[in-house]
């Protein structure tokens, strides 16, 4: 088979590899909200072309998780390449309209069902919070999210709403900085996971609700009011260099 064919076949592994490359520096906080990014210090840092980077920010900025770098007052009158997408306030509202339908939808199905949610998801939860891990409490919220969306069985739902889990990552990591906020929401997922498997669809239903409501509230205390976050204009600093941890290719 000619030498190109098989480029041709591997690149969309290679563009896979980072875009979830990418997707886990933005989701983990590695590259920040607002942080200008660009394809040649991607590329170096990833030690890949800058192609398959070009065309995982394409697929990024459709998901929304990068934008154009907004006007600056450098000498070239615009800041070069993308950044990644703020959070402000519009943003978290906008997110958590999403993710409340869809969990709402996952509860539901769930409680007709009547799935038993293994006790262990609460535990690990609970365990992290007491260690303080906030790394452990996202990924410990995320299973017993994914779980109830798995006992709705219907995969429609989990494809849809681990998209928007990644855009939610951003903002859990600062909202849990308050210990506060901490233990709260284990007791809603408990209260939650004993009315699914008593099959009390509309508790369920209203508690799931609650719960969705009560994250989007603490974390817009905790965001930039309004979206002024995404037009400011912005000086390029020195310190905008990026570190990844995780490599492609």
């Given at each position: 088979?000619?030498a190109?064919?098989?480029?041709l076949?591997?690149?969309?592994?290679?563009?896979?590899?980072?875009y979830?490359?990418?997707?886990?520096?933005?989701?983990?906080?590695?590259?920040?909200?607002?942080?200008?990014?660009?394809q040649?210090?991607?590329?170096?840092?990833?030690?890949?072309?800058?192609?398959?980077?070009?065309?995982?920010?394409?697929l990024?900025?459709?998901d929304?998780?990068?934008?154009?770098?907004?006007?600056?007052?450098?000498?070239?009158?615009?800041?070069?390449?993308?950044?990644?997408?703020?959070?402000?306030?519009?943003?978290?509202?906008?997110?958590?309209e999403?993710?409340?339908?869809?969990d709402?939808?996952?509860v539901r199905l769930?409680?007709?069902?009547?799935?038993?949610?293994?006790?262990?998801?609460?535990?690990?939860g609970?365990?992290?919070?007491?260690?303080?891990?906030?790394?452990?409490?996202i990924?410990?919220?995320?299973?017993?999210?994914?779980?109830?969306y798995?006992?709705?069985?219907?995969?429609?739902i989990e494809?849809?709403?681990?998209?928007?889990?990644?855009?939610i990552?951003r903002?859990m990591g600062?909202?849990?900085?308050?210990?506060?906020?901490?233990?709260?929401?284990?007791?809603?997922?408990?209260?939650?996971?004993?009315?699914?498997?008593?099959g009390?669809?509309?508790?369920?239903?209203?508690?799931?609700?609650?719960?969705?409501g009560?994250?989007?509230?603490?974390?817009?205390?905790?965001?930039?009011?309004g979206?002024?976050?995404?037009t400011?204009?912005r000086?390029?600093?020195?310190?905008?260099?990026v570190?990844?941890?995780?490599?492609a290719?």
């Amino acid at each position: 088979m000619p030498a190109h064919l098989i480029k041709l076949e591997s690149a969309p592994d290679l563009v896979e590899q980072v875009y979830r490359a990418l997707l886990d520096a933005i989701s983990a906080g590695t590259l920040k909200p607002g942080q200008r990014i660009t394809q040649e210090e991607l590329a170096e840092q990833l030690a890949v072309s800058r192609q398959p980077v070009m065309q995982a920010l394409r697929l990024l900025k459709k998901d929304g998780f990068v934008q154009d770098a907004p006007v600056c007052n450098g000498p070239a009158g615009r800041c070069r390449g993308l950044q990644v997408t703020p959070i402000d306030a519009q943003w978290i509202e906008q997110v958590y309209e999403v993710r409340g339908a869809l969990d709402a939808l996952a509860v539901r199905l769930a409680a007709q069902r009547r799935t038993p949610l293994d006790p262990a998801l609460l535990a690990m939860g609970r365990a992290a919070v007491k260690r303080g891990d906030i790394k452990a409490m996202i990924d410990a919220d995320l299973a017993f999210h994914t779980a109830l969306y798995r006992a709705a069985q219907n995969p429609l739902i989990e494809q849809s709403a681990l998209l928007h889990w990644h855009h939610i990552r951003r903002a859990m990591g600062e909202a849990l900085q308050s210990a506060m906020l901490r233990e709260p929401v284990w007791d809603e997922h408990e209260a939650i996971a004993r009315a699914v498997e008593r099959g009390d669809v509309k508790l369920a239903e209203r508690l799931m609700q609650e719960h969705s409501g009560h994250a989007s509230t603490q974390f817009n205390a905790r965001a930039p009011a309004g979206s002024a976050a995404t037009t400011r204009k912005r000086r390029p600093t020195p310190d905008n260099s990026v570190v990844l941890d995780s490599q492609a290719g």
